[in-house]
């Protein structure tokens, strides 16, 4: 009954209006565009032909999801509709939110000139607060249909996203099913096109794209690489190392600053304990070592399939300087005919590598692994 008397109304007024001011052909027109279909119908006819500036003017802009419309241009190129030659639309339902506002849905295929299915999308119409010569119902199409929905970026794990200058909100981080070594973000709405994309990480390099949503996901995991400071932490994690195992072995006691060889103990127990044998060899009394002239090799960027921990090869380039106290028999004999004994100070020194994995977690790097060779060679 209500829906009859308004319609009942809005058919009075008009005729007064066409009666009063003669502005008839204007209140039919806007008597004809008054419906929803009409809306959608009209609207698609302008993306066909490809009309931007037109078909903008019957978007809505009451919604959060705003766009502009150098954004909304964008859009239409990525999504091309005016490669469809004609449109197909289904209602598919009329709906009210919770605030009493008016949806009718649409579900619109866009064919092409053999009439086969080109793109499929759901289109919303949705009707405005404000009145067509304040009797007419108003209607527009919301901006989801330009949008990509739930864009999945992925980014080593502890990093700080910006997209757009804006910080990803930590509400879209998955949990169920993440991967140790990412943040796995799902951002419900982006905009088609390009997106300047930020990442910042504490030991790995800052990176900056544009990132491209139509793809549908973007992994960023494997495209990071060590700041320059990450790496000159690890260099000099590496020579205490070096020092420390070589330390152990001429004092026959484990030094290990700073707890280095606590994630390698085992290893680095097994080699202190064979270079021990070499500097405190039979017929000799160990003097001094030393290593210097460190050149460092860093190897690719991976990630721990159980903990996520940022793990990197890096290889040691060292030069070594042994001395020792060498007793041995010469050609004299002493009176009781036994040979008399010489102590020489002999040195040796050379070149070697060491390959040590280094792993970042728990905000700190550890030695996790170590791989040396005793000296001399």
């Not at 999504?79 to 009493?100: I, M, P, V």
């Not at 739930?150 to 099913?177: C, I, R, T």
């Not at 190392?241 to 030094?255: M, N, P």
Request: net charge negative; charged share 30%; proline share 2%.
């Amino acid at each position: 009954m209500k829906v009859f008397r308004r319609i009942l109304i809005k058919v009075l007024i008009l005729a007064v209006v066409i009666c009063v001011s003669g502005g008839g052909a204007a209140c039919y027109q806007a008597y004809r565009q008054s419906t929803a279909e009409y809306a959608m119908n009209r609207y698609l006819s302008l993306l066909v032909d490809n009309d931007a500036e037109k078909a903008f003017s019957y978007v809505d802009q009451s919604e959060s999801q705003k766009i502009s419309k150098t954004e909304y241009q964008s859009a239409l190129d990525e999504k091309r509709y005016s490669l469809a030659s004609s449109t197909k639309t289904e209602e598919l339902q009329k709906r009210r939110d919770n605030n009493g506002n008016e949806y009718v849905d649409y579900q619109v295929q866009f064919l092409d000139a053999a009439g086969k299915v080109d793109l499929e999308e759901t289109f919303i119409v949705k009707k405005q607060s404000d009145l067509v010569y304040g009797v007419f119902d108003r209607w527009k199409v919301l901006s989801d249909h330009c949008m990509v929905k739930d864009f999945v970026l992925k980014v080593p794990v502890g990093s700080k996203v910006y997209l757009n200058a804006e910080k990803l909100d930590a509400s879209w981080l998955q949990k169920d099913g993440a991967e140790p070594s990412a943040d796995s973000y799902q951002i419900p709405v982006l905009i088609p096109g390009k997106s300047s994309l930020v990442i910042r990480h504490a030991v790995l390099q800052e990176l900056t794209d544009a990132l491209d949503a139509t793809d549908g996901s973007a992994d960023y995991v494997g495209k990071m690489v060590l700041k320059d400071s990450a790496k000159s932490e690890c260099l000099e994690m590496g020579v205490k190392l070096l020092r420390a195992v070589y330390a152990s072995a001429a004092k026959k006691k484990t030094e290990d600053p700073d707890e280095l060889m606590s994630a390698c103990q085992k290893a680095a127990d097994e080699l202190i304990k064979k270079q021990q044998k070499v500097f405190h060899a039979e017929n000799s009394e160990f003097d001094s070592a030393a290593i210097s002239g460190f050149a460092a090799e860093y190897g690719d960027v991976t990630y721990g399939e159980a903990d996520g921990a940022i793990t990197m090869d890096m290889t040691l380039s060292y030069h070594y300087l042994v001395r020792q106290a060498v007793t041995a028999d010469t050609d004299e004999l002493q009176e009781d005919g036994t040979p008399v004994q010489k102590t020489e100070t002999k040195e040796k020194s050379g070149d070697t590598k060491a390959k040590l994995t280094m792993s970042y977690y728990e905000n700190a790097w550890h030695i996790t692994a170590i791989d040396m060779q005793v000296i001399p060679k």
